[in-house]
Antibody
């Protein structure tokens, strides 16, 4: 069974750093792109970026380039999303999602349960 | 950047009725690159349709997708109580890669 299990909820202060994780199982983790999606409270879905764990090829949405860092460790089947200095506006639910293993159909077929990040002084 | 506009914003229907949700793109989108997702409160999104018209694994056949170019439609033939949720369309554009979501359509019980 394919599963993406994300790390737990975080409460942080502005200016702090944070790294959240997404662990894949039930499939060849290195062979599928993993994307990250933000959902601010009461809002829609925003694509942040995507990584191919096999070679760590990473692409970012222009809206998030320079604001976050996406990485992966294929040896432990885990992808990461990190911030060096959080802002209150980073408060959101963050999802990781696996992309279908075909360049022909770039949709996200499995999703993590989400990690709620709250940034407040 | 391609913008996806979903309509209506909210759709109020009763169980058993037919739902038609629209997704319009600001530029032509490859049919293969259009997906639909369902999100229920407190849950992660779930892929319903990929390639504009192919149902994802385990998705009931009352869900169907159609369209091409700039106009795409998600149809739910006979609404079940569990279908009331928010639906998002999503497209992909390459060089550089961009995955864009529509703003969502809330399907609510009338």
């Amino acid at each position: 069974e394919v599963q993406l299990v994300q790390s737990g909820a975080e409460v942080k202060k502005p200016g702090e750093s944070l790294k959240i994780s997404c662990k894949g199982s039930g499939y060849s983790f290195a062979s599928y792109w993993i994307g990250w999606v933000r959902q601010m409270p009461g809002k829609g879905l925003e694509w942040m970026g995507i990584i191919y764990p096999g070679d760590s090829d990473t692409r970012y949405s222009p809206s998030f380039q320079g604001q976050v860092t996406i990485s992966a460790d294929k040896s432990i089947s885990t992808a990461y999303l990190q911030w060096s200095s959080l802002k209150a506006s980073d408060t959101a639910m963050y999802y990781c999602a696996r992309r279908i293993n075909s360049d022909r159909y770039p949709s996200f077929d499995y999703w993590g349960q989400g990690t709620l990040v709250t940034v407040s002084s | 950047e391609i913008v996806l506009t979903q309509s209506p914003g909210t759709l109020s229907l009763s169980p058993g009725e037919r739902a038609t949700l629209s997704c319009r793109a600001s530029q032509s989108v490859s049919t293969n690159y259009l997906g639909w997702y369902q999100q229920k409160p407190g849950q992660a999104p779930r892929l319903l349709i990929f390639g504009a018209s192919s149902r994802a694994t385990g998705i009931p056949d009352r869900f169907s997708g159609s369209g091409s170019g700039t106009d795409f439609t998600l149809t739910i033939s006979r609404l079940e109580p569990e279908d009331f949720a928010i639906y998002y369309c999503q497209q992909y554009a390459g060089s550089p890669p961009m995955y864009t979501f529509g703003q969502g359509t809330k399907l609510e019980i009338k």
